[in-house]
């Protein structure tokens, strides 16, 4: 009996882990592609698909320290920004056609303290 338990345990175990455990990587920044950054690029490219160019975005041009107006000129202008101008955002990805994911809207949130320079940059989900 505690054998048929445990056994059942662990397929129970295996097969909620499985798409859980896919589900965390195809939503993570490691699984999607890595496309080289090009403003021009950047700009044309659907909103949705602007997901295989930010980690190259990300680790070749620091945005932190610059002026959100620096910013606007080498990604176009926000698709979102907050009332109170603590941050703009850009959509990176639509998850709505990804198999396992959780999150729908992917957005790289670009943070501005008062005197409108960048203070943090983040990829989120929601």
């Known amino acids: 009996m505690k054998r048929t338990f445990a056994i059942a345990l662990g397929a129970v175990t295996v097969a909620v882990a499985i798409p859980l455990l896919m589900s965390l990587y195809e939503s993570s920044r490691f699984s999607w592609p890595r496309e080289t950054f090009d403003p021009n690029r950047w700009?044309?490219?659907?909103?949705?698909?602007?997901?295989?160019?930010?980690?190259?975005?990300l680790s070749k041009h620091k945005l932190v320290g610059r002026t959100v107006g620096d910013v606007e000129l080498l990604l176009g202008k926000p698709d979102n920004r907050a009332a109170d101008g603590r941050y703009v955002s850009y959509v990176l990805k639509s998850g709505e056609k990804d198999r396992f994911t959780f999150n729908?809207?992917?957005?790289?949130?670009?943070?501005?303290?008062?005197?409108?320079?960048?203070?943090?940059?983040?990829?989120?989900?929601?």
Do not use: C, H, K, M
């Open 43 to 57: 700009r044309q490219t659907p909103s949705e698909e602007r997901y295989r160019q930010v980690n190259d975005l």
């Open 104 to 126: 729908f809207l992917y957005l790289l949130r670009i943070w501005v303290d008062t005197r409108g320079t960048v203070s943090a940059v983040n990829v989120t989900s929601d």
